[in-house]
């Protein structure tokens, strides 16, 4: 793959309603490419979860273009009341994990703030005809009226895509769930609220594994919560948390059942002279991904992404400010609660670029190799096929020039919290409020 700094991106798609319509519910509230990335699943704060399917034209055309059909629609949560806490737990899914694929069905986990769904999507194109005990509508014959046996056929029909939920596990967490990862082993998952994370078989709903636990005997001493959780993509028993502190602990669940001493523990010490406030708030880890390679992983915080490499704890290697001119806004952003905005950031697939989002619509690609990095604004007033991005600059005082925009002009309701990159290609979905756009390197 080459420098992600020189690939030139053009627009693809983008599915969801004009910006007039928006319901609370249609907002995108996560966004995730299968294993092969010919499905892109979202879920939204409405509890639904709706699947893309790579359209097989667009992928075998010269050249190829990076263009998703709508595959599967299905509600995955419904809004829920807990009497004995007196709480409503909303149907917003936090996250969707796709297991690896072992036969022609697909599986997905999806989760709301309590409950763990396991899903699977199946196709149907053909009905069997002809049964001995009961009518084509389903209804059963008369006994009596059966004379002759006969020999059951199967017919084509249209095809169906049904969505089933297998497993559901639920009532482990006291606290919301932020996180779910699904183990290299294929066969178990964590999932990781404020305070604790649980480990799942997936084939076992009423039992969890506690594996790590902050909670203090006093909730008055508590100092941090957990915010994000992962799996290490080769080695079954290494997993990694983050949390409000600005720290990422690496634990291995082999010398320990719990794992409540970490193997590693990632920091990197304060600037002093940044010192301020809000240093606490915004050293705080929204997210945190190892790379395919499992060599590397990178963190999110409010300003900044930083990627560090597994071995060295002391500092990371690589620090790329996305939003530095916001620095100076602060005050203004804990007003507003954009403060404690979540982002999320993602790898390509080879490992070689970062991506994470913005306000004002605005994402953010940095290449690791030539240290370049993009602006890019996911608008529909670009909205047609190949239509090349500009990317955009910020100025933040003295004179503007012509394509720049002022920090003062920028929408801070319109942001980029969920974002998502091809394990294969340079195809990146951006989540915009309720908009699902798809951008694509321009060949």
Known sequence: MAGNGDIQWCFSQVKGTLEDDVTEADIISCVEFNHDGDLLATGDKGGRVVIFQRDPISKNSIPRRGEYNVYSTFQSHEPEFDYLKSLEIEEKINKIRWLKRKNPAHFLLSTNDKTIKLWKVSERDKRVEGYNTKEENGSIRDPASITSL???TIR??????EASPRRIFANAHTYHINSISVNSDQETYLSADDLR???WHLEITDQSFNIVDIKPTNM?????????????PAKCNVLVYSSSKG??????MRSAALCDQHSKLFEEPEDPTNRSFFSEIISSISDVKLSHSGRYMISRDYLSVKVWDLQMERKPIECYPVHEYLRSKLCSLYENDCIFDKFECC?????????TGSYNNFFRVFDCATKRDLTLEAARDIAKPKTLLKPRKVCTGGKRKKDEISVDCLDFNKKILHTAWHPSENVVAVAATNNLFLFQDKL
């Open 220 to 232: 008055e001493e508590l100092t941090e919560v957990i915010t994000a959780a992962e799996f290490h």
């Open 150 to 152: 006969r020999v059951p």
């Open 197 to 199: 994370i649980n480990l």
């Open 347 to 355: 790898w390509n697939g080879s490992d070689s670029a970062i991506m």
């Open 247 to 252: 720290i990422i602990r690496l634990c291995d």
């Open 156 to 161: 084509p029909m249209e095809l169906m895509v």
